[in-house]
C-alpha cells in the first residue's frame, strides 16, 4: 500500500465507486423488469462514463505531452480491446450459445479500452493547436454525427465521436485548479442539492424517461432515440452534455478527500476489474442466478445484484488478478527485443 502515499485519494475514492457503478450497472442490464430497477439504470447512466471519459483525459496528459509516441501504450490498449472481446465471446459461448466474433464491431464493455486508445492517439497528434478551438470543433462534430444512421458500432465510431469531448475536456483541465473548485464548502453544498434534484427527478419521471439511455450510451444517431424524442436528438444530445457534466462534477465534489483503505485501493485497480467483469457476470447470470436462485430473485432481486456487484468489484481489485492482464498491460516488455532491433 507504500505506492498509494503519492496518489490524490479523491481521485482513488471516485473511481472505485464509478467501476462498481460500472459493475452493477452492468448487473442490472439484463433484469429491468420493473420501473424502480429502470430508474436505478438510468441514474447510472446518466452520467458514469461521462465522468470516466474526463477522469481519463484528466490522466492523459503525461502521455500526450511526452516528447515521443508511446506506441507501446497504444498496444497494449489494442490487445486489451481483443483480450476483453475474446473473454466475453467465450464465456458467452460456454453458458448460452456461440455468436460471431466481430472484430470492428463492439455495442458491448470492449469499446471503452478501443475508444480510449484513439483519443489518447487523437490528443497527442493535435497537442500542438489550439486547445479550445479542438474543444469547440469535437463538440459540433459530436452533435452533427448524430444525423448520420451510418455512423455506429462499426469502429466504434459515433462512441468516439460523441465521447471525445469528454476526454478532451479532462485533459483541459488543470487537475490542481479542479481540485481546489471541488472541495469549497459551498461546491459541496450546492453538489449535494444537484445530487439529490438528480435523483428526484430520475425517480420520479421512472419510465417516461427511460429511453433517454439511448441519448446517454453515445452510440445512437438521433433516429433510434425513439418516437418521442428522435426530432429533438441534438437538442438532447446539449442537454446530455451539459447535464451530465453538471452531475459528475457535483459527484466528485462529494466524494471523500481522505484515503479509504478498501476504497481507495480499488481505485488503483479500475482497469483490471472493468475488463474482467463483464464475463464473470454473465456467467453468474446464466448459472448460479437462473438455475439455483429463481426463488430469492423474485424477492431480494435488487439486494442480490448489489451485494454480487459489489463482491464482484472487490475480488477481481485483488492483486492474483492484475497477472490475467499483464500479456496486454505489460506489452512494453514483450515487444522490447523488438523495439531494440529497429533502434539498431
Known sequence: MSKLTNRVAKWDNAKAILIFLVVFGHAITSFIDNESMRSVFLWITAFHMPLFMFLTGLFSKSFVKAEKFRGDKIASYILLYFFMKLLIYVSLGIVRSWGTFRWTSE???????????????????????????????????????????EIGDGFMLSRIFVYYPYFFLGYMTDREKLLKFINKWQIKLVSAFVMIAFTFVIFYLGDDIFSLRYVFTGNNAYAEFGADWKNYGIFLRIGCYIGSSVVSLAFLSLIPTKRIPLLSYIGTKTLTVYALHRPVLYILQYTLMNKYMADLWFRY???????????????????????VLYPCTKCDKWFAPINKWLKK
Open 301 to 323: 432481486d435488487f439486494l442480490i445484484l448489489f451485494a454480487g456487484s459489489l463482491v464482484i468489484t472487490i475480488v477481481l481489485a485483488l492483486k492474483p488478478f492484475d497477472y
Open 107 to 149: 455495442g458491448g464493455t470492449p469499446w471503452y479500452i478501443f475508444v480510449t486508445a484513439v483519443f489518447m492517439t487523437i490528443t497527442y497528434l493535435l497537442k500542438k493547436f489550439n486547445p479550445k478551438k479542438i474543444f469547440v470543433i469535437s463538440v459540433v462534430l459530436a452533435l452533427s454525427v448524430g444525423y448520420i444512421k
